[in-house]
């Protein structure tokens, strides 16, 4: 009865798509009735309206005259600019406690495993919320700033570095000096971004630390074997046969823990770090739009995630054609 | 694997007693074991201040709930740990276990929210601490699995419509931070029912916890079905049992035996995420932490020592799940 | 596998009829109150003098006597209200959502806030303004002179906005450090993490009086940057529930203009001859019908907290935690601008 068959198929899949359109418009039913019936605005317009609040740091100029939608876009460079470098260490500290888990030598193998077994278990926002208390109770304060390398200034303020840049047309390089409350000249990283870049990093870079394990060790015996016989040196070993065999294995788990990654730097909203969740908390409470807020943070993950995942897949060809080469 | 050389045994040792001799003289030789705010001053700096814990580990476990009734928080999270432990043991795992299981946590939940027998009706609100954090958890995955199931199976399908709706969900769900879909249950969810409708915020939680804990079990269930052969499907068709009946009786019960472990940690992902659920005001063992030392000026200063302990308690679920989980791994005597 | 049926896709249906059908009208406040038995009243997380929990969960403070002094005038009972606590980011929805009747919790009345949340607020039950809070080593005189510091405030209030407003018209450049809590934000200043602290001042007194480890050090600058009218509000449309709770906060003031008090009101109720006393207590004209409650709705809500300056005496007053003075919040005929309109 290929009819009967086909309504087999059809039927389900019709069923399937009248729920969840039904449920789609009785939710978006809802939400109309329940914005009318409380006076509620809705709509995106809110977003060229002046932000009037300032938000602590920032990649490029900003401040509370400026439409909310650039308070957006800080939100979301501020994310990134936490994002990016935490992705960068965390892959060379996973890498370096990865193979020290490996080290044939007890100690470094124990440390290792311990870092590993100890940071995993617990709750990212835990450890979050430590590594700031820990930098703004303990740290000093800016007249006692403790100048861990020359031409550096650590304080409950922050971490202050040489930096170039340039004031009132006259360019180069400024040096953090305590002065006044702070500190003032050079760049500055506030204690809510060190945290953050701190617990990020040292929480992925566990995960990927066991991710490269497991990579190396996916590595079989007798291709180590048969480089050895051959008269490499163990680092040549790891440089030449190990590491473009692994990173096969690596790359996948890699790319999704660069996701998790990004994904999890909405935590610093927790300790006033003013990345998007931050920012889009903050316009939700000032404008009401809670609705539309909501959507823009999810919007832009969806985005970073979808980016993400292009640049590993692409990368994982790469790696994946040069390792069948 | 790759040999080093093995003469620095010394060296290595020097470095490690180097950085652990100031973490054991602050936190066992010079720490202060008694809730003594004087002397916990006077250590300031110096050493712990264990009494921290001493003085507030009521509201670090229970949170807001009923000085007075504290017993039924205690009892619940013994009833939750217990289950938990069983889970754990090869010979509790028989679908009779599930039942029991699931009264036990039905158990702990009335025993939590009272109102019957003579025992007080304690609101939601008002719960928190460890046992608020195991029952999210918990309650989570449990609604998370059948509902994960269902996707991993729709997205196999041969539907188009339903592996469609099933890998959207999944890819949008796991694009998003979870902060933001417990920002959508605190603030959307009210919008989106009928204005009459007014379900409490921990059910609303539970409910997005365990949305999300769905969208990545799924994706481990469909690595599990994948690993199924398919000649066993075909054999099961071959000898007269419907299509739902070869997935029933002989690829889910294969498939979830592979997946196990990696549910283990699924479910410790979300034991460690339940901590998120603070940032919605609902106070479990993380948000307790605030209540207990938030208000408290004289002990505001002994926070570090707080966390370290919190820290501890989620260790030592989260390393127990992990040995569990590991245990799994190890092929199961040929008997089920 | 049977093909599914009529009888299956009826679920369905229903479930696309209710889509289209508008839901059934919530029920009034005052009846769902009175259904339940208590009031829902949203206060704040803990903010010394307004509403703050004790170890026992109990709470006190300012918005949590004026809750009390409306489940007495409801429902009979000082005692019949749940206090729920909500940070700054989830009043408004709560109270938008229905999760609480009234939102008692120091909220600032902006034209914002009142065209475009759903909700109204019912009147000034405090009249206050932003301030800051500075620790006294760092020797300052003038909020002015707080360029390039770090400054503490709480996210999703107005005194985020107020503090950019302020320093933008005087030309100083200060960076905030924004935090989600009330908690976390003073935190961080008592840390050091912050030179000064900003919300309204009632609240920067609660702050350094309770939370300092030292109140002595800290001080509050002169400048009051904002006003900062606090008052409660409720739902838009249900314009009962609206009046039931604006003239309780009324009452509160004319008990204290007509100077009965907790402790004399059941002697004043029997012997005053006064009109007024008498319309007020429900002695000689039932003012409560009006409102639909009965006619002692008064007389319960001043027996049961005081009248407005007791109240402000227990948990704001100088002899309080606060210790702050009566300034505005006092009646219009010494030297305040409390005015409440005729109880007739």
């Given amino acids: 009865m290929p009819f009967r068959k086909q309504l087999l198929r059809l039927l389900p899949q019709a069923v399937l798509l009248l729920a969840v359109l039904a449920l789609l418009l009785w939710f978006g039913h809802n939400v109309l009735e329940n914005l009318r019936g409380r006076g509620i605005r809705a709509g995106f317009d809110f977003l060229s309206d002046p932000a009037g609040f300032e938000i602590g740091e920032s990649l490029f100029a900003y401040d509370s005259g400026q439409p909310l939608w650039r308070a957006f876009l800080t939100g979301t460079a501020n994310t990134l600019r936490v994002a990016l470098p935490a992705i960068v260490l965390s892959t060379i500290l996973g890498s370096l406690i990865g193979l020290g888990r490996l080290a044939s030598h007890a100690v470094p193998r124990a440390v290792c495993t311990t870092l590993v077994e100890t940071l995993r278990n617990i709750p990212l926002l835990l450890q979050l919320l430590m590594c700031y208390f820990a930098l703004t109770s303990l740290l000093p304060e800016a007249s006692a700033a403790i100048s861990p390398m020359p031409g550096t200034l650590l304080t409950k303020g922050g971490l202050f570095l040489p930096g170039w840049g340039c004031e009132e047309g006259a360019c180069g390089w400024s040096f953090p000096e305590a002065e006044g409350f702070g500190v003032s000249g050079g760049w500055s990283l506030s204690p809510e971004f060190l945290a953050v870049l701190i617990a990020l990093t040292f929480y992925s870079a566990v995960f990927i630390a066991e991710i490269v394990r497991g990579g190396i060790q996916s590595v079989s015996r007798g291709q180590i074997d048969a480089a050895r016989a051959i008269g490499l040196r163990p680092f040549q070993v790891l440089r030449h046969v190990v590491a473009p065999l692994a990173l096969r294995a690596i790359v996948p788990p890699l790319g999704n823990q660069y996701l998790n990654l990004i994904k999890n730097s909405s935590l610093a909203v927790a300790v006033g770090y003013p990345e998007l969740v931050s920012v889009a908390n903050t316009s939700l409470n000032q404008t009401g739009r809670a609705f539309e807020c909501i959507v823009i943070v999810m919007a832009v993950y969806l985005a970073l995630s979808l980016l993400t995942a292009l640049l590993v897949n692409l990368y994982n060809r790469l790696v994946a054609l040069r390792g069948t080469a | ?336 | 596998m049977k093909i599914p049926t009529f009888r299956h896709l009826l679920p369905l249906g229903a479930l696309l009829a209710a889509a289209f059908c508008p839901p059934a009208q919530a029920g009034k406040t005052l009846d769902a109150i009175k259904q339940r038995g208590n009031i829902q009243c949203g206060v704040s997380t803990g903010v010394a003098g307004f509403s703050l929990p004790d170890s026992q969960g109990k709470w006190s403070g300012f918005d949590v006597d004026l809750c009390r002094a409306i489940a007495a005038a409801v429902l009979g009972d000082a005692n019949k209200v749940s206090f729920v606590p909500l940070n700054s980011q989830q009043r408004f929805s709560a109270i938008q959502a229905g999760e609480v009747d009234i939102l008692a919790r120091n909220t600032t009345w902006t034209l914002n806030r009142d065209a475009s949340l759903g909700l109204s607020f019912t009147g000034v039950t405090y009249y206050d303004g932003q301030g800051f809070l500075v620790p006294k080593k760092l020797k300052l005189t003038s909020a002015k002179q707080l360029k390039n510091a770090e400054i503490c405030v709480q996210s999703g209030t107005t005194n985020e906005k107020n503090l950019a407003d302020y320093f933008r018209s005087v030309g100083v450049k200060v960076k905030p450090v924004v935090f989600e809590g009330f908690e976390a934000s003073f935190k961080a200043f008592f840390s050091g993490r912050c030179q000064a602290y900003t919300t309204d001042i009632s609240g920067l007194a609660g702050v350094r009086n309770k939370e300092a480890k030292n109140p002595d050090d800290y001080m509050i600058l002169p400048e009051v940057i904002s006003k900062e009218p606090l008052g409660p509000a409720v739902r838009r449309g249900d314009d009962e529930w609206f009046a039931i709770v604006r003239w309780v906060g009324f009452a509160l003031i004319e008990a204290e203009e007509q100077g009965i008090t907790q402790a004399n009101v059941d002697g004043i109720r029997a012997e005053s001859k006064d009109p007024a006393i008498g319309r007020l207590l429900g002695t000689t004209e039932d003012t409560g019908k009006l409102l639909g409650l009965d006619r002692e709705w008064a007389y319960r809500s001043i027996k049961a907290v005081g009248n407005y300056g007791e109240v402000f005496a227990r948990n704001v007053g100088p002899d309080s935690v606060l210790k702050l003075p009566r300034g505005l919040n006092n009646l219009w005929n010494k030297g305040g601008i409390l005015f409440a309109p005729p109880v007739r």
Avoid at chain 2, 30 to 53: F, M, N, Q, S
Avoid at chain 2, 104 to 130: D, N
Avoid at chain 2, 151 to 171: K, N
């Fill in chain 2, 1 to 336: 694997m790759i040999r080093m050389p093995r003469k620095r045994t010394l060296l290595w040792s020097l470095l490690v007693a180097l950085l652990l001799w100031p973490v054991i003289n602050w936190g066992l030789l010079h720490a202060v074991w008694t809730p003594d705010l004087e002397a916990c001053r006077a250590a300031r700096g110096l050493g712990a201040c264990w009494g921290v814990i001493a003085e507030k580990h009521r509201v670090l476990f229970f949170g807001r709930y009923p000085y007075a009734e504290q017993w039924r928080p205690l009892l619940a999270t013994a009833i939750i740990v217990g289950l938990l432990a069983a889970a754990c043991r090869p010979r509790f795992r028989n679908p009779g276990f599930a039942g029991v299981a699931g009264l036990g946590l039905l158990l702990a939940v009335l025993l939590m929210a009272g109102g019957f027998a003579g025992l007080s009706a304690v609101p939601t609100k008002l719960w928190g601490g460890l046992p608020l954090t195991l029952l999210v958890s918990l309650g989570g995955t449990l609604l998370a699995f059948p509902l994960a199931v269902l996707l991993a199976l729709a997205r196999r399908s041969s539907l188009p419509m339903l592996r469609l709706s099933a890998t959207l969900y999944i890819e949008l769900v796991r694009g998003v931070p979870l902060i933001s879909l417990l920002f959508m249950a605190a603030f959307l969810f009210p919008l989106m029912l009928p204005p009459d409708w007014r379900p409490d915020i921990l059910p609303r939680v539970i409910l997005t916890i365990a949305g999300f804990a769905a969208a990545y079990l799924a994706e481990v269930i469909r690595g599990g079905l994948q690993a199924v052969p398919p000649g066993q499907y075909v054999a099961a068709l071959a000898i007269g049992l419907t299509r739902w009946q070869a997935m029933r009786h002989v690829v889910l019960p294969q498939a979830l035996r592979h997946a196990l472990p990696a549910l283990v940690n699924s479910f410790i992902g979300i034991f460690k995420d339940s901590s998120l659920i603070s940032i919605v005001s609902l106070h479990e063992l993380t948000g307790a932490l605030s209540i207990a030392l938030g208000g408290d000026a004289d002990w505001r200063s002994f926070y570090l020592e707080a966390y370290l302990f919190i820290a501890l308690i989620y260790w030592c679920f989260c390393f127990a799940l992990s040995r569990a989980s590991r245990q799994l791994e190890q092929p199961r005597p040929a008997s089920g």
